[in-house]
């Protein structure tokens, strides 16, 4: 505690100039989250966001077609602890190897605190609340079973994870949508907080390859390919986005006859998809940039061919260069997506603004706002978590680290 | 001249190309028994549902409940207008559009219906213009200016010099400024991009008044912190009568939507309800004196089929949604949130404006 007061009297309380902006600016903190505070639980009438609880998760998605997304959802948090799991059971150089480091467990405090506390304070349903404890308790579970015993299965166990999640995607499309005997439910359905995550994931994973194409293309010897490709980014770089989603949901019904056009929702995860690989490959520009010739010289002076020095030398670095340019990038397009509500589509905002126009909520706009704001917020810290272990893992001159 | 032309080939063909034309005009007349073609109609029946468009977002007038159904006034009209084509009223696929894009969503066909809030005005209808059809008026609506109550602000005129809120973009913005230089009166417009900010703004006292259509105002105001704090000025900015639109090009579809308008606003003035309408048509097919009723029911007659519709068509709105009263109530009157009176929408023998063309 010593040194702490130590740090505290050095750093806020210096001299009597520092004290009294010191005590002004903490005056002035403390009063605006005393009234935030007082508004989130004695003014705020948080019953506008449980009942529309569901529609926020999924929008209109049919009532009697939600099993699905369920099942889903369970198959995701095994499939998170596994992989939680099996990548502690394989340490690395940064990693004591420890399977239970500090950062893992206070991860999982977190996780039964919010999982066992934000049902119950949402007064969802009994049978609802079971279902996020049940969740909870898989992931943990997974997670530890995975630790345990993933060593046994040696590198090709982390080579399954990998290949799992792909796997899962399309199991979820499929869950999703329906096929394969499932009944379809039309995209105009979705919604929510699935529809902004379905989107922006969708966009991310497809504007990754596209977007490293288009970097390719852009420093590639052939003329076609250059212009081409800078053609394409820059002109996709000056239109703002606003403009090419109206452009895709109205210009495409006058130019394909009816029923050939996509539906609305995958054209607007199209422009999406196009709009991010024209910022991405400007990212990935930037990484390949950073990557000495001779580096490339060198690979194919040591007999690899074109694409295995593009690929197993070049890339990988320029990657690691352009990894928090990129995840910026997904951010950005992660917050983007709320723009669909401006045509008509019913994500996260689109399901506020109908919220916030039932006659029964009217005037509900803070608490609804809010719930977005914290809502984003998960998401794109999650984003900024997972691209920050990516970031280390991918650091050669990584030390093991006591944690 | 008529061996001639008999040895001529393209003559002979152009011919035949006639009477096969001609023979095929004339089987559609025999299966249609004289039945418009609507190419909209059609695309809906093959489709099986009707893609209706809704905003989706306006109080009273189309939300969508914590169920996940819209509901509200506009939304149940699309309901009416499945349950007259198609039987059934939950075969509507709702396509929420937002103001800028609704009349390109409907030219495009990507909707056959707007059933959203559409001032009716000679830009929008004109063959020079949008060429666009509506229908006879849904909603009367007129732009209304609200302030505080305890402003002392009672007429435009008082608001010289001061913020009024108001929506960029809109006719909304243009009707205020023509009223205030008409008058003559300056003032200082503060534009927000949408309501969910306006109104906001409004009532943490950003603006003196703020100004958008009477019903939007009433509505919005309920969810105010106190709903009795705030006052609507008695001068009305602009008449805003709202209707149904379809497209020009296929006046068969706008005949159908417009008297399945008219059926809403019938079915009340002859007092048939959701609940009773059923009974009345059984009623009104034992009993030959209740003529009126047997034409507007399709006891007798062959309304429906002029319009390429059901001949019970009447029946199945009035059973789907109610009439417009009944309407009304359930979405925007007193009993509701909204709250809102009546007015100009009371039917024309009641002091409103809504009237029905004689079925006839």
Redesign the interface.
Known sequence: MKPFLRRLRAELFATPADALLSLGLIAVLSLAAFGFLRWAFTQAQWAVIR??S??FAV?????EEQWRLWLLLWLLFAATGLSWGVLRSHPRRDRSGALWPRNDRIAAVLLVVLGLWRPWAMGLSLSIQARWWGLVALLLLVRWLAGRFGRRFGPLGLRLVALMWPVLYLVGMVLISGGLGLVAV?P??WGGLMLTLLASSFAILLCFPIGVLLALGRRSDLPLLRWGSVLYIEFIRGAPLITLL?LG??IL??LLP?GLAPD?VWRAAWVLTFFAAAYLAEAVRSGLAAVPRGQFEAARSLGLSYPQALGKVVLPQAMRVALPAMVGQFISLLQDTTLLS?????ELL??A??????????????EVYLTLAVLFWCCCAALGLGSRALERRLDPHAVPSAT | MSSAALTHPARVLSTTALLLTALVALLGCAAGGGAPGSPTMARIRERGRLVCAVDGAVPGFSTVGPQGAFVGIDADFCRAVAAAVLGDARKVEFRPVTAGERFVALSSGEVDLLSISSTHTLGRDAPGGNALSFGPVFFYDGQGVMVPAASGIRSLRDLAGKPICVESGTNTELNLADRMRERGVAYQPLRFQSGEQAYPAYEQGRCAAITSDSSLLAGKRSGFRNPADHVLLSELLSKEPSAKVTIQADPAWADAVRWITYTLIQAEESGLTQANVEASRAAARADASQAERRRFLGVEGDFGRQLGLPADFTLRVVKAVGNYGELFERHLGQSTPLGLDRGLNRLWNRGGLHIAPPFR
Do not use: C, D, H
């Open positions: 009942v529309n569901t529609l929008g209109r998605y049919p009532v039309s105009s359905e109206f949901q109205n019904g006058f009816g609305r401006l045509i008509g589509l019913m689109g399901t603004r109908t919220v916030m126009a039932n006659p029964a909520f009217l005037g509900k706009n803070a």
